[in-house]
């Protein structure tokens, strides 16, 4: 039994998983780390896809490279996307969900435009990741958060905080 808990961060591009992460990481010691980055960094994929302008994901090589650490515990994974892991993995499963519109600026500043900008705006509308992690999680360890404004995500922060501290793995 590992003696801390490993976190999913999820939601569409956007919504603040990796500001979120980085907070929760300096605020409980827990170890972020960011999937995109990995695949990029350890070359986890099978190139790049021209059309989501994105590295196509190589989910086997990805969960191989996690097994070892996941089981140690402590760890913050940050994704848009979350029915590929093991469902033994985590102790809990944050979806963070953005409005509309205020989605809409911050991918627009990205440089999101057209299909990519459209594609993310109705995956957040539709719930898509809220659905997903349902679908891959026990019910009881997924959790909707609002991260619309910075007092959203601090108050995400501190309850996420609060819960690591009071975590056990005999719970
Ligand atoms: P993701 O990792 O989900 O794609 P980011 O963490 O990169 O999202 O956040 C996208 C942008 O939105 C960043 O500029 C970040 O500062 C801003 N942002 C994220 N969450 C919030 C929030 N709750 N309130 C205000 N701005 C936010
Ligand atoms: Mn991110």
Not at 16 to 31: C, D, I, V
Not at 99 to 125: F, H, M, P, Q
Request: aromatic share 8%; charged share 30%.
């Amino acid at each position: 039994m590992r003696s801390k808990p490993n976190i999913l961060v999820t939601g569409t591009p956007g919504t603040g998983k990796t500001t979120t992460s980085s907070a929760l990481a300096e605020a409980t010691h827990l170890r972020h780390i960011n999937i995109g980055d990995l695949v990029k960094d350890k070359k986890l994929h099978d190139g790049w896809d021209d059309d989501f302008q994105c590295h196509v994901i190589n989910e086997d090589l990805v969960c191989d490279e996690l097994e070892d650490i996941m089981e140690e515990g402590g760890v913050i994974v940050d994704y848009h996307g979350c029915d590929f892991f093991p469902e033994r993995w985590f102790d809990r499963v944050v979806v963070l969900q953005t409005e509309t519109s205020v989605l809409y600026d911050r991918l627009s500043k990205r440089g999101y435009a057209g299909a990519k900008l459209t594609n993310n705006i109705e995956c957040e509308i539709f719930q898509e990741l809220l659905e997903e992690a349902k679908e891959s999680y026990k019910e009881e360890i997924v959790e909707a958060m609002k991260s619309d404004t910075v007092e959203d995500m601090n108050r995400n922060v501190a309850a996420i905080t609060e819960w690591v501290s009071s975590w056990s793995s005999t719970a």
